[in-house]
């Protein structure tokens, strides 16, 4: 609820962390307290500054908690102790300092705002006033009466427009050693004019004749005339008196109940309940994103063990949220099942059961008969035909893909996969459920692998015919990881875990029983096959969850990569056995050669119309896929390069691999070359046909 630091060695920085506003609850004031005792009481602070996490500083006390009885430390003692501390404290302010987040920047000695930030107390519109001495502090900082911007006001210190707490914690450490006393806000007298009581009354016949029979402003006038009148000691009585009149007023109540209702309203969604399908690490993570945003999930398994794991997994993540996160979907959201019969009701089903596409037909037509007509039915697949899925139902129009990635309660990408026949509002639905559950969406096309899986295909074929030629695993990953990428293709691989693509390989007939034994070595359906992957799988090696893959790792499970002989041994074996003569592969050529690669096959997604435009496709491989982001994305950083000089890498490598299709320059590329080379921006212009939803 705030995180307590020190920086440039003598900086106490507490963050407030209490998303979305950073607002002030029981918690954060504890967290508040508890971090200032530490700062005043700690000899190696000199300074304190105050600001909140995610470009927000306080949007005021926890207006939720209004409804139950005081928690916590109350606020003003809190402030007050802020105020007479001995040490200098400021307030970075980002965002909104707003009610109670106001107060507390009031109570620092100094204040530094952005110059985009927002102050103020609109606690009025709440049928209260700010009653934590906002009234009797801001008087007496700016006088009566007060119009015009912050700075010349005097309420900040300074106006930023770099980052507010970098600032603070400079301006902090100016402020060591320097007199507090005229720095406490409390301390000072109210400038007043000399005709204040003609002023007040003025302004009290304008708001009754505007806001007639509203009485939070009224009881506002009167605290600005203790501010005026009284000394700090009797205004912050004055103020909390009629406070307490206000907060237990029905106007109160009201004001307090549109606040939220009028928020509520604006929620508005067709979906309120889901089904999950299979509970395995996919489903589960599913399960518990629709749940973190209030929709209720029925959850289902095949078998009473595996629906039993699922539940303890379930609970498990919830309370992993609540340590993480300081909240967490409530378990009530959710039922545990084995019958499909009890999806009649849902408004949409996610369904997540193994990748095998005569499973999952099943499972659509049986979902087909059970669930009332209008539920949405949608499909995790990574990569098989949506259509084909949708038509086995009596709805395609309300079939579409979800495509979440691993985990699904963490990463952020979700691609919504639009079947020919799925209709605009069943893509509408999807892609604002996926925005609603903090999902990057991103709307493709119903190609084999979607957008991310088709273009990974030549990217890790080419890592893996480096290998064939006399790389390592590790010479690729270095040079991908120090082109920016946090994992090299084959670190990244053993996360994920090699027996996925096994088995779609084997479906495909690229290995197992269905190969063509006529087929020449290291070929497969008339191009290059490296076999190295599935050796590898045929070893029992599916990456970190086994202990080893491409790597081995000191448990199953492990993280911690380290190169293995066993690897080494298996690669030079296969060379000599095909009697492939090791060479020196630079790192430019394994950059070039994945890289372009992929980008070449994104040229091809965009030629075919399954990805509107190039922004979805860097989008989806920054959210998926962990590329750079200062790089951009596979496609802006091609149009970096320059688009002239990847399409002649290219060229240059389809002559040397002519049994590599995907190094073959994709015609969209050749074009954009051939009219001028257009910004990334504008290559949406030249492509021919798009999919009547992109
Ligand atoms: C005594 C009384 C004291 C000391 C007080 O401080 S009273 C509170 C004074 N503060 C306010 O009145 C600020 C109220 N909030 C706002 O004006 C706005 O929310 C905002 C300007 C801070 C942000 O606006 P916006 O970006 O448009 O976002 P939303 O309004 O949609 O809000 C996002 C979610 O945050 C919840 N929220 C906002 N402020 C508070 C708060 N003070 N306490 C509790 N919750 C707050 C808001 O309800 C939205 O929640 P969800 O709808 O997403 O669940």
Known sequence: MARYELVKRSVALITLTNPPVNASSSAVRHAIAKSMKCALSDPEVTAVVICGENG???????????????????????????????????????????????????????????SKARLGFPEVTLGILPAAGGTQRLLRLIGIPAAAISLKLGIVDQVTEQNACEVAVEFALRAVAKPLLSRRVSMLTTRCPPDLDALLDAVTMQVKKKAPGVMAPLACIQAVRAAATMPYYKGIKREGELMATLFNSGQAWALQYCFFAQRTAGKWTLIRSAAVIGLGTMGRGIAVCLARVGISVIAVESEKKLLETGRQMVIGMLERDAKRRGVSASLNLFKFTLSLHDLKDVDLVIEVVFEDMALKKRVFQELSKVCRPATLLCTNTSGLDVDALAGVTDRPHLVVGMHFFSPAHVMKLLEVVCGPRSSSETIATAMSLGKRMGKVSVAVGNCPGFVRNRMLKPYIDQATFLLEEGATPEQIDKALEDFGFAMGVFRMSDLAGLDVGWRVRKESGLNGSDVDPESPPRRRQGRRYCLIPDMVCEQGRFGQKTGGGWYMYDKRGGTNAKPDPLIQNLLETYRSKYGIQPRNISNQEIVERCLFALANEGFGILEDGMAARPEDIDVIYLFGYGFPRHRGGPMFYASMVGLERVLKRLEHYHQAHPDVPHLKPSPLLKTLVACGIPPVQKWREHIKTMHSHL
Request: aromatic share 6%; proline share 8%.
């Open 56 to 114: 927000s500083f306080c949007g005021g006390a926890d207006i939720r908690e209004f409804a139950g009885p005081l928690k916590g430390p109350p606020l003003v003692p809190l402030l007050d102790a802020i105020e007479a501390g001995e040490k200098p404290v400021v307030a970075a302010i980002e965002g909104v300092a707003l009610g109670g987040g106001f107060e507390l920047a009031l109570v620092c000695h100094y204040r530094i705002a952005h």
